[in-house]
């Protein structure tokens, strides 16, 4: 493997209040270039990750211990503006839900332009043009008209092209998308796979994939680190991983992945030896005090 | 375009309520006791006098001939004469009007830069120990009324500390070269700048009185949708681009979140203008407000009639307004 762009070294993120672990010493690599895809079900924990990269924890989360290195530099130790700059300048966010990640009482111009002007010092005139280039190759037709368009003038497949555009328009070195598909139209959603796909390929960004959805990772990624109760409990290539999961939990992930042309298969639930393997973990604390008692 | 047939209907029901206004008043202040005549005359005055000047005034009447007359005249702009100035009402009550607007815009200015303050402050510092500090600087504000405000700022910065002046608009002793009556703003437009902030330093502590109150209502309301705001998915998409907390709060969520505090700042400057009364009095400062309690005083009817109309009129212009910005803001009403 290639010297990693990203690296994250024994990331633990805990509640405040409770100092239970969100994130339990997680480390995952990603190479300059390649897609990561980052699977886990429900509250594994895979948009913290991606929080976390972003600066972008919620009030009631703290980094407790832990690195993450982004193109040799450190962001933890960094004074906060300076990482906060670093980070909008070198990195962009395909968010989720494409419906409220634009804000409503602004044109979708500015929202295109503005990192490209306010962070990274660009003339107003190149961020426009470079924003118009990026919407016609996520084909937005008319993309004139739609800069000068608010939000809700336009539909949601269209929005999510907007953000995609929006995230490469700075030609960061890393993307973060958190299941850009999932709150799309069933129509929509390969067509917005494969744009991101393609965009990715073309400006050789590292993108880091995180999805519930097995079989786009496998059409996508080269790597994959599987998450559970905020364990990465495998990370394997994708080719091995789909031949040969090590993990039992893997193995009752990719055998609970539907296989459409296969109506025999059926839902597999967790296997009881993963539930206890991290229960072991995560209660072990627990069951120490009540040995003492 | 839909506006303009909503900007039709909001002046018929302007006109309606005005009328409605006008009836209310000019009945109320007829049938409580206290006779006007009875009060300019000197004490020895006969039965005979009062009669003959009743009838001059007209107020022998019946109270619907009266207002028939009066509304009239009104309409032709003509609002009386005051009995205890003998002066056109339109005159005396337009010659103050501008001492009111002003004070009032500039306790406006305050209350909206103290409550952005407060809720901005208690925005960013949300989550932590102080944002209570915050919340409790609110509630102290609120525990009060403005002229009780009032009162303490006057026995704190006019006698304790005499910081400020506590009473009047201007220094006497200025010589003053205004055309108008709007003196602070001619005062800016000539860049008389020394007379500026003499009269500023006059309407600081009425204008802050008024203020406290209304900033903490700002204050409270704007902070809550800030928060609300904050934990959206476009505040957090900007913040992933580089920006810092206060470009965040202030550029992303400050827009959208204002909407509501917008309509309370509508309906709450009303009340501010309402409660210039009381304290034009407290500070002697020669406004509208101040003038209403001595027309109540001398029972100078075609005066009080005068000023409350004019009250009424700017009460709901500040609503027409306040409910057009609030369309401009919101570019989904204003396409809708
Ligand atoms: N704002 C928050 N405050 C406290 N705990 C949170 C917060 N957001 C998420 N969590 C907790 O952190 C854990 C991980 O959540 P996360 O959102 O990363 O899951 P996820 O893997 O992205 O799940 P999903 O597939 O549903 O998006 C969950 O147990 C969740 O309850
Ligand atoms: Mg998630």
């Known amino acids: ?293 | 375009m839909s506006l303009f047939p909503t900007i039709f209907l909001r002046l018929l029901t302007t006109l309606i309520t005005l009328f409605g206004v006008a009836v209310i008043i000019f009945v109320i202040i007829r049938v409580v006791p206290g006779n006007p005549i009875a009060m300019m005359l000197p004490p020895g005055a006969t039965d005979a006098d009062i009669q003959r000047l009743q009838a001059l005034y007209g107020f022998d009447k019946s109270i619907l001939e009266q207002f028939l007359i009066w509304i009239s005249d009104v309409v032709r702009g003509d609002f009386g004469t005051s009995i205890s100035l003998r002066q056109p009402v339109l005159n005396l009550v337009l010659e103050r009007l501008p001492a009111t607007l002003e004070l009032s815009i500039i306790a406006l200015i305050l209350a909206v830069a103290i409550g952005l303050t407060l809720a901005i402050t208690g925005t960013r510092l949300r989550g932590s120990r102080f944002e209570s500090l915050i919340d409790m600087t609110n509630g102290i504000a609120l525990s009060l009324p403005d002229f009780l405000w009032a009162l303490l700022l006057i026995l704190l910065f006019g006698v304790l500390w005499p910081l400020f002046h506590i009473s009047g608009r201007i220094s006497p002793a200025l010589d003053l070269p205004f055309t108008s009556q709007f003196y602070l703003f001619e005062s800016l437009l000539r860049l008389r700048l020394d007379l500026s902030l003499d009269l500023l330093s006059h309407m600081f502590m009425p204008a802050l009185a008024m203020a406290i109150p209304l900033a903490a209502i700002i204050g409270q309301l704007l902070k809550q949708s800030l928060k609300e705001t904050m934990h959206l998915d476009y505040v957090t998409l900007s913040r992933t681009k580089g920006y810092s907390e206060n470009h965040v709060i202030i550029r992303e969520a400050l827009p959208n979140a204002i909407l509501p505090t917008l309509t309370l700042i509508g309906v709450q400057f009303t009340f501010l203008i309402g409660g210039t009364v009381i304290i034009e009095r407290l500070f002697s400062y020669e406004g509208l407000g101040n003038m209403a309690i001595d027309a109540v005083i001398n029972r100078d009817l075609p005066l009080i009639q005068g000023i409350v109309i004019l009250f009424a009129l700017i009460f709901t212009l500040v609503n027409l307004i306040v409910d057009m910005s609030y369309a401009l803001l919101n570019p989904r009403l204003r396409h809708a």
């Open chain 1, 1 to 293: 493997m290639m010297k990693p762009f990203l690296s994250i070294k024994n990331l633990t993120v805990s509640l405040k209040s409770s100092k239970e672990p969100l994130l339990r010493s997680v480390s995952l690599d990603l190479a300059a270039g390649n897609v990561l895809g980052l699977v886990g079900e429900s509250g594994a924990g895979k948009s913290m990750i991606g929080k976390a990269i972003l600066g972008i924890l919620p009030q009631a989360v703290e980094i407790t211990a832990g690195e993450i290195w982004l193109n040799d530099q450190e962001l933890l130790r960094k004074p906060a503006k300076e990482r906060r700059k670093f980070i909008g300048a070198s990195t962009a966010l395909i968010p989720q839900d494409p419906l409220t990640a634009l804000n409503p009482s602004r044109r979708i111009g500015p929202q295109i332009t503005e990192r490209l002007v306010d962070i990274l010092d660009w003339k107003k005139d190149a961020a426009l043009a470079r924003a118009l280039e990026l919407l016609n190759e996520v084909q937005i037709p008319d993309p004139e008209r739609v800069m000068h368009s608010y939000p809700h003038e336009i539909s949601g497949g269209m929005r999510q092209r907007i953000l995609i555009a929006s995230a490469f328009a700075a030609n960061p070195k890393l993307i973060i998308a958190d299941e850009p598909t999932t709150a799309l139209d069933v129509t929509v959603q390969k067509q917005i796979l494969h744009l991101i796909a393609d965009l990715q390929a073309r400006h050789q960004t590292s993108l880091l994939f995180v999805t519930h959805d097995l079989g786009v990772v496998s059409k996508v990624c080269q790597h994959l680190s599987v998450l559970y109760a905020g364990k990465v409990i495998e990370a394997s290539e994708i080719r091995d991983f789909f031949k040969n999961p090590k993990h039992p939990y893997s193995r009752a992930l990719l055998a609970a992945t539907p296989k459409y042309n296969d109506p025999a298969s059926s839902l597999t639930p967790v296997p009881e030896e993963v539930i206890a393997e991290v229960e072991a973990e995560i209660f072990a604390p627990r069951t120490e005090c009540s040995h003492v008692n």
